[in-house]
């Protein structure tokens, strides 16, 4: 079976296509820069934006299922060209379509659900990945971080990569919206702690206020309707939940397995 996948070159496609590729599945990665793409070999590299639906439609060919990323552009803003890429993903014959979530059901969940698509929703919390975002601070060994106490189960992308590929491979999930987590919920605080011990040296970290928070999302070029999502998403706890046990028949990866294979040798 072939299966497109979009964001391909991001932290959770590239699992999707690791996933689906050791299963023995033909991966075609979608991507606005294909000379750019570092991908496995055997991945078919094809170009398109989904911001304009049209530049699919050969991606599209031959295609049983896909992960769609449910925002796009560098601000990853909400794509609004939800019903358009429900119609052409109808007209080119895809039966399934994994949705990732941006922390909010929006227009594009909502034109899936209205097609004759099978869509499931996967609801991931943050990814472990994000902790790059912290590197720069974490060699000064003081980190600013906004909600230092709210309780997040963050999910490792390997986990989310190997949820998609099960609802796409085996269907039967139409419908379904899934909350992918970790295996326990931890603080910003909580997890700057664990990798001061994995690099064995105490990691400082300084509370943000929200707006000092919603000034370097700004600044870090994202839209206000993003700002909006993140604020009310990082204000809420996200306790762990059993569907990555329930999906894969196996525990979720932890925090401190991301971060010994992240930081080994660091
Ligand atoms: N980060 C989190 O904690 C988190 C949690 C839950 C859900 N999510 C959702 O997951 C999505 C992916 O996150 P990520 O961290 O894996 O992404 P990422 O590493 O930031 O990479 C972004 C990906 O999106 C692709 N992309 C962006 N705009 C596009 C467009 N207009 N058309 C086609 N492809 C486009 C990029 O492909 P090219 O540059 O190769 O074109 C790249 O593969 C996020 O946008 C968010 O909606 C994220």
Redesign the pocket.
């Known amino acids: 079976m072939t299966f497109l996948v979009?964001?391909?070159?991001?932290?959770?496609?590239?699992r999707v296509v690791d996933a689906l590729l050791a299963e023995g599945h033909r991966v075609r990665a979608?991507?606005?820069?294909p000379g750019?793409?570092a991908l496995p070999p055997q991945v078919e590299v094809a170009g398109?934006?989904?911001?304009d639906p049209e530049s699919l439609r050969d991606a599209l060919r031959g295609v049983v299922g896909v992960h769609l990323?449910?925002?796009?552009?560098?601000d990853?803003a909400t794509?609004a060209t939800g019903p358009e890429l429900a119609a052409l993903f109808a007209e080119a014959g895809v039966r399934r379509v994994a949705l990732?979530?941006?922390?909010r059901v929006g227009p594009v969940e909502e034109a899936f659900a209205a097609a004759p698509v099978e869509w499931s929703r996967l609801e991931?919390?943050?990814?472990m990945?994000?902790t790059f975002q912290w590197l720069p601070q974490i060699e000064r060994g003081r980190v600013e971080e906004v909600f230092g106490d709210v309780p997040v189960a963050v999910v490792h992308?390997a986990d989310v990569g190997a949820v998609a590929a099960r609802v796409l491979i085996d269907g039967g999930h139409a419908g379904r919206s899934y909350t992918i987590t970790g295996p326990v919920a931890l603080t910003a605080r909580e997890r700057l702690a664990a990798i001061g011990e994995v690099l064995g040296r105490p990691l400082e970290f300084a509370e943000l206020g929200e707006e000092q928070a919603r000034e370097r999302w700004r600044a870090a070029g994202h839209g206000e309707e993003l700002i909006e999502i993140f604020a009310a998403w990082h204000s809420t706890p996200h306790p762990a939940t059993s569907a990555v046990r329930d999906l894969l028949g196996r525990e979720p990866k932890s925090y401190r397995d991301w971060l010994v294979t992240t930081f080994a040798g660091r």
């Open positions: 979009t964001g391909a070159t991001g932290q959770a496609g590239r979608l991507t606005r820069r750019a793409a398109g934006d989904l911001t990323l449910t925002t796009g552009g560098d990853h794509l990732l979530w941006n922390g991931a919390t943050d990814f990945g994000n992308e």
